[in-house]
């Protein structure tokens, strides 16, 4: 939506938005930097990064409030579950209202007048024409360019791939514990150093996160980031699930539906509607005019 904006085939925002976590990869943060040189500032577009904190460190403080991720849970007595999912909310969607308020002039607790409102475009491609929804505040209208172009996916991709841009990276935080097999296996085998950070954050959260434990609210359980629920670098990631295949089939021009033969979720997360629950695909920018 940034270079369709920027090339003024939609017309220009004011502003994109990028939902930092703190715990993206470093090829997300190196290609936030060359859409800013070579796409953004060209076209007079601030791309402004927003933030609620750091979400690994955040999580292993026992001083800092840490908002849940969900974590696939064992119990003592063998039965498995998850916990709540709230890092979404506080590390995407709550950061950004709080930048769109400071831009329409009315800060928290400000009162916005009824017709002072942000319209903020979503990148939900017709793939995923059922995941488009309104805002849930009234200070921002939601529009879905690529559907009113009629762009999927594929679309979207050959359109990157014209620009120079095939290389884009998908957002999410390294330790997300919605990634697939394909995701965890390019972290190991690409970046030994992120490897490293996911195994070691993934061992230091077995027992929950350290704010609760310190208020004596230990997780009766044990936390793991692979759905098989043993150690990261255990975890059987080299198996490759149905999702891929079909991923795999689609990009090679097969008719098969990927998202009923899934095994996890896609890779990429957004703000708008994480992929944790029928899984957009789409970058965490956020555009307002």
């Not at 715990?23 to 609620?52: D, K, N, T």
């Not at 831009?103 to 995941?131: A, C, M, N």
Request: glycine share 8%; with cysteine.
């Amino acid at each position: 939506m940034l270079a369709l904006s920027a090339e003024g085939i939609l017309p220009k925002v004011d502003y994109a938005i990028f939902a930092d976590t703190g715990w993206e990869p470093q090829a997300v943060y190196a290609h936030l930097g060359r859409l800013e040189r070579e796409v953004a500032a060209p076209a007079g577009i601030p791309i402004l990064r927003v933030s609620s904190g750091n979400i690994r460190n955040d999580a292993l403080n026992p001083e800092r409030r840490f908002a849940s991720m969900p974590l696939y849970i064992r119990n003592p007595d063998g039965k498995e579950g998850m916990t709540r999912r709230q890092c979404t909310g506080e590390y995407k969607i709550k950061p950004i209202k709080k930048k769109v308020r400071e831009l329409l002039g009315y800060p928290y607790p400000q009162r916005i007048p009824k017709d002072v409102f942000v319209e903020q475009w979503v990148g939900i491609s017709t793939d995923e024409f059922h995941r488009a929804k309104d805002a849930d505040v009234k200070y921002m209208h939601n529009r879905h360019p690529l559907i009113d172009l009629g762009w999927s996916r594929a679309d979207c991709v050959r359109y990157l791939t014209s620009l120079g841009l095939a290389d884009t990276p998908k957002s999410s935080c390294l330790g997300c514990p919605f990634h697939g097999n394909a995701q965890w296996r390019h972290i190991r085998d690409t970046s030994p150093e992120e490897w490293r950070d996911v195994v070691e954050f993934d061992a230091a959260i077995r027992k929950g996160n350290a704010r609760a434990n310190a208020e004596g609210n230990r997780l009766l359980g044990e936390a793991y980031l692979h759905r098989s629920r043993v150690p990261l670098d255990q975890a059987p990631i080299d198996h490759v699930t149905a999702a891929e295949w079909a991923a795999l089939q689609q990009e090679l021009g097969a008719e098969e539906d990927a998202e009923q033969l899934e095994e996890g979720v896609p890779d990429g997360c957004s703000p708008w509607t994480c992929r944790g629950e029928v899984q957009p695909h789409q970058d965490d920018f956020g555009l307002a005019s």
